[in-house]
């Protein structure tokens, strides 16, 4: 019997657990400055969705998805990405039927897809993206860009590289293919098989084939800019106007061209290098679909999104120290001296938290020693002792584990002596309570 963990696949806990979730918080703060909303689609889906939507031509739909037969001889499958299942909800629920367009919805969780394990790549992972439906508009384009880009910036990220590129409309597309599947074709031989399928499903995905071979070839390959109708060109140009108009720096990169099958106009990734000079690739990818709602059943209507690769962001922040103030410590032990005082301190614990306080305290007997060492271990910013001859008088001993002060606080005023405590190291470390004496003075 095996009971290792899947393959590709990860146990979170302890820093990391609040990294991944610290990431996720800021990007929904973000989103909700830009006036998207939540939503929540089900890991499974139909595998027509994602055949439909992500595309046949797609590395993902052809050999990435974890599908299966479920007990009613259903074919479904484990989402691979999160767009085709917003779509899909925003044509099941006819979400579309709005005069309130654009809608805004932004979505975070675990994705799944059967590639091989690898730095930076796992089976099971978790994506932050948005997506922005309903508005032809290279505005619209611009602005998931943007919040993408401020994310980054508020997750203390410095140097970013926006790679950009424009896919063009239907036309435009249809004209490049073509030119593409002409160049190929005098080259295929010399090509991996994957480039062999994909001049047939898809010329446009051998642009980012990762083998070396194939990518010398693709330099050579005709532009998509030269194929491009002039409305395409001009969106595509009022889109980086904007980004200028806000100082995003940006490269155009004639080869980018994305994984998914259903992007069209504007695509983009943004890439970051840790200091060590670690490329983790991508860590965020999106672009503006023209025809997934059609695809899926819904109305003639747009969109535009991105997904951010949450383990990627998380790894990358770490690499760069973007996490070592990430508080995981407690604000507060409680330390019973002696087994007859374990209730009082239960009591004591339990009104610190109910004040908000991040609190512990040992629940069978501890000698004294070892619970400096467990408050010391845990980050604790006090530590309260509390001895019965004291507890008599109706005091106990407020330890500032830092400085090392000890002054006593009467338990009369349990809460006011608490918050004046930690209103005195408030500013030292940026942290803030809900409760606080300020609010109270001033409420009154
Ligand atoms: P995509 O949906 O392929 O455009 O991916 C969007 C982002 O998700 C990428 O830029 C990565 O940061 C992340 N990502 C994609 N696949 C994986 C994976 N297998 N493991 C971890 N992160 C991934």
Redesign the pocket.
């Known amino acids: 019997m095996d009971y290792s963990s899947v393959k590709g696949t990860h146990d979170v806990y302890g820093k990391d657990a609040v990294a991944l979730d610290y990431v996720a918080s800021v990007m929904k703060a973000v989103a909700e400055l830009y006036g998207f909303h939540e939503m929540n689609t089900p890991v499974l889906e139909y595998t027509d969705v994602f055949a439909r939507g992500t595309g046949e031509g797609s590395d993902?739909v052809r050999k990435e998805m974890y599908t299966f037969l479920d007990k009613g001889n259903r074919s479904v499958t484990m989402r691979p990405?999160f767009t085709a299942g917003i779509v899909r909800s925003v044509v099941s629920n006819k979400l579309y039927a709005t005069e309130d367009l654009p809608l805004k919805y932004y979505y975070s969780g675990p994705?799944f897809?059967y590639?091989r394990p690898q730095l930076?790549?796992?089976?099971q992972?978790n994506?932050f993206?948005v997506e922005e439906l309903g508005l032809d508009s290279a505005r619209a384009d611009a602005e998931v860009i943007l919040l993408a880009m401020q994310g980054f910036y508020m997750l203390g990220f410095k140097k970013l590289s926006l790679k950009i590129n424009t896919l063009g409309d239907d036309d435009s597309r249809r004209r490049y293919k073509e030119a593409l599947k002409a160049y190929f074709s005098e080259h295929i031989d010399e090509m991996c098989a994957d480039c062999h399928e994909r001049l047939n499903l898809n010329p446009l995905r051998i642009l980012d084939c990762k083998v070396e071979g194939d990518q010398e070839i693709a330099k050579g390959a005709p532009k998509m800019k030269d194929y491009l109708s002039d409305a395409s060109d001009k969106r595509f140009y009022e889109t980086l106007s904007i980004l200028n108009d806000f100082e995003i720096e940006y490269e155009i990169d004639d080869n980018l061209v994305?994984?998914?099958d259903y992007y069209s106009e504007v695509v983009f990734?943004i890439h970051a290098i840790s200091e060590e000079g670690h490329d983790?690739?991508?860590?965020?990818?999106?672009g503006h679909y023209g025809g997934l709602v059609k695809a899926l059943g819904g109305p003639e209507m747009p969109g535009v999104g991105?997904?951010?690769?949450i383990?990627?962001?998380a790894s990358l922040m770490k690499d760069n120290h973007l996490l070592d103030s990430l508080e995981t410590g407690i604000d507060l032990y409680v330390m019973p001296v002696g087994e007859e005082m374990l209730d009082e301190a239960f009591q004591l614990t339990m009104g610190a938290r109910q004040l908000g306080y991040k609190t512990e305290t040992p629940l069978s007997p501890m000698k004294f020693g070892a619970m400096f060492k467990k408050a010391e271990r845990r980050g604790a910013k006090f530590a309260l002792i509390v001895g019965e001859e004291e507890v008599e008088r109706g005091v106990a001993q407020l330890k500032n584990l830092l400085t090392k002060e000890q002054f006593e606080i009467s338990l009369d005023k349990y809460e006011e002596e608490l918050d004046k405590a930690f209103a005195s190291i408030e500013g030292d470390d940026g942290h803030h309570h809900h409760h606080n004496e300020e609010n109270e003075e001033e409420g009154e």
Not at 120 to 123: E, I, S, T
């Open positions: 993902i990405e994705a897809r590639e930076g790549r796992y089976r992972f994506q993206g994305r994984g998914l990734e983790y690739g991508a860590i965020c990818g999106g991105f997904a951010i690769g383990e990627r962001v």
